[in-house]
């Protein structure tokens, strides 16, 4: 079964600074696709950022990117010059290329502070 | 305007009645997806649906049903079963793969047993 681990519950960050948040997955698949989706106070779920597993580059969105490393199963996510409205719980999440089953980690809470 | 619309957005159920929580989408997606979200433990998958008059459990199926009949529709009861039932539900749709296979979300209900 696959599994999305995130191994920070908090983190916090000033603002116009970086901050990287992780997540490890484990499969067996070697077709699959990530994503890293932002829930604000709101709690509306957004898609920040997704990663298909085979391709090579990493994905990048304006001030987000991703570092994906296929062997070791990790898909970081990083959020370069972090402002106020970046405050929000941040999902890793893995969906198998053949099951469509999507599966989240337990979250992320970041803060971005003035 | 193309989304996915979750009725209601808040309910209130006595114990040991069932309740049904409503999921529309208009955005012709084949995948359907029910999670719940408890503090501290992200979104777990419930049930989650490819296509019409078929559905999987998730990882927490036990206490929950879920029918579809239509392919807009992907209705979840919390059944009297369920101990625990308070909670944030959310309701997710996407396409099946390879590609745009990211999914959409619903604003979500709030279900507090009274």
């Known amino acids: 079964a696959q599994t999305v681990t995130q191994s920070q519950p908090e983190m916090s960050v000033q603002e116009a600074e970086t901050v990287t948040l992780s997540c490890t997955y484990d499969?067996?698949?070697?077709?699959?696709?990530l994503f890293w989706y932002k829930q604000p106070p709101s709690r509306q779920m957004i898609l920040v950022i997704r990663q298909e597993a085979y391709k090579q580059q990493n994905a990048t969105e304006n001030r987000f990117s991703v570092n994906f490393q296929k062997a070791a199963k990790s898909f970081s996510l990083k959020i370069s010059d972090s402002q106020l409205g970046d405050t929000a719980m941040y999902f890793c999440?893995?969906?198998?290329?053949?099951?469509?089953?999507?599966?989240f980690g337990k979250g992320t809470k970041l803060t971005v502070n003035p | 305007d193309g989304g996915i619309t979750q009725s209601p957005k808040y309910l209130f159920r006595k114990e040991g009645q069932n309740v049904t929580l409503s999921c529309e989408q208009n955005?012709?997606?084949?995948?359907m997806y029910w999670y719940r979200q408890d503090p501290g433990q992200g979104l777990r998958l419930i049930y989650y649906s490819q296509i019409v008059n078929d559905f999987q459990k998730g990882d927490i199926a036990e206490g929950y049903s879920v029918s579809r009949e239509k392919k807009e529709s992907f209705p979840l009861t919390v059944t009297s079963a369920q101990k625990n039932p308070t909670a944030f539900y959310l309701c997710?749709?996407?396409?099946?793969?390879?590609?745009?296979?990211?999914?959409?979300f619903g604003q979500g209900t709030r279900l507090t047993v009274v």
């Open positions: 955005l012709n997606h084949d995948a």
């Open positions: 999440a893995f969906k198998g290329g053949g099951s469509e089953k999507l599966v």
């Open positions: 499969t067996s698949e070697n077709n699959y696709y």
């Open positions: 997710a749709s996407s396409q099946l793969g390879p590609v745009n296979t990211e999914a959409f």
